[in-house]
């Protein structure tokens, strides 16, 4: 069996980007196939720490193929920010090694007002969301007005799909008192990152079942943890996405019947809010705190 998904178990920060990096070893792809910027891997080579945020962790290894799948909220300005300070570290990210799948939607400027806005006005009962927008670049998705990385190739399904999206988030900011957005500054938001992002759209769903055909092995790269997930974890503290290995399909195109590998830690920890097993909200968890 040559494909593998690896899945946190628990509400993420389980190691699995040290996971990753270890077998991806003997690996030739490895896909990140669900979740934004708001997931992060920590890995250390020869003591030197690299943060990834939404690259694949094969990034770092030569001769590997990085690819982030349909199923990702991409945020393309931080996509570019994390190439290029990889590039400083001496690590070459380029369009032959990284290719990005031309159905992702795009996070943009108005899902993370919209994000805070509404975290905003949860008053105590915050979900503690990152405010990077994934959530309601994922709700634009589901609602058919996202727009897509291929969009940016076409000037006017380009227009088009920013009306229908300002249409509707315009219309929650009104109705909010919120300072409603320009086109123009959408237009100028897209355009400024477009000519960058555009030469990593591949795709993916082909590269991928073309891969499989040639025998390669392909590692699956999963994002924060079960706990975490929008179906089956402790809702309504969730992430915005699926986490669990079922996505992995969805969230890249391929079908596989791939090993799983869930990883755990002995102990727990979360970040945000919501019901966790361990918690002692009384002097003990305060004193442990501090």
């Not at 969805?250 to 791939?258: H, I, P, Q, R």
Request: charged share 25%; proline share 2%; with cysteine.
């Amino acid at each position: 069996m040559n494909n593998i998904v690896i899945v946190g178990l628990q509400w993420g920060d389980e190691g699995k980007g040290k996971i990753v990096d270890y077998l991806s070893e003997n690996a030739d792809v490895v896909v990140r196939f669900q979740g934004g910027n708001n997931a992060g891997h920590t890995i250390v080579i020869d003591d030197e720490v690299y943060k990834l945020n939404l690259l694949p962790s094969a990034v770092l290894r030569t001769g590997k193929i990085s690819i982030i799948g349909n199923g990702v909220a991409l945020d393309s300005h931080a996509l570019i920010s994390e190439i290029e300070s990889l590039k400083v570290k001496g690590v070459d990210v380029n369009y032959n090694n990284l290719m990005v799948s031309e159905s992702c939607p795009l996070i943009l400027s108005v899902h993370k007002d919209k994000e805070k806005l509404f975290e905003d006005l949860n008053g105590n009962h915050k979900i503690g969301t990152t405010n990077k927008g994934i959530g309601p670049c994922y709700e634009d998705k589901v609602g058919r007005r996202a727009i897509r990385l291929c969009d940016l190739e076409n000037a006017d399904e380009l227009n088009k799909r920013v009306d229908t999206l300002l249409d509707y988030h315009n219309a929650i900011r009104k109705g909010l008192n919120y300072q409603v957005v320009k086109k123009e500054e959408i237009l100028k938001e897209i355009q400024e990152i477009s000519e960058k992002i555009l030469s990593y759209k591949k795709p993916v769903w082909k590269i991928l079942n073309d891969f499989m055909k040639e025998g390669k092995k392909i590692i699956f790269e999963g994002a924060q943890g079960t706990f975490l997930d929008i179906d089956h974890g402790t809702y309504p503290f969730v992430t915005s996405s699926n986490t669990v290995a079922s996505q992995a399909t969805t969230g890249s195109g391929l079908f596989s019947n791939a090993q799983i590998i869930g990883v755990a830690k002995a102990y727990t920890t979360r970040v945000g809010n919501g019901p966790f097993p361990t918690e002692q909200k009384n002097e003990v968890g305060i004193v442990y705190l501090l």
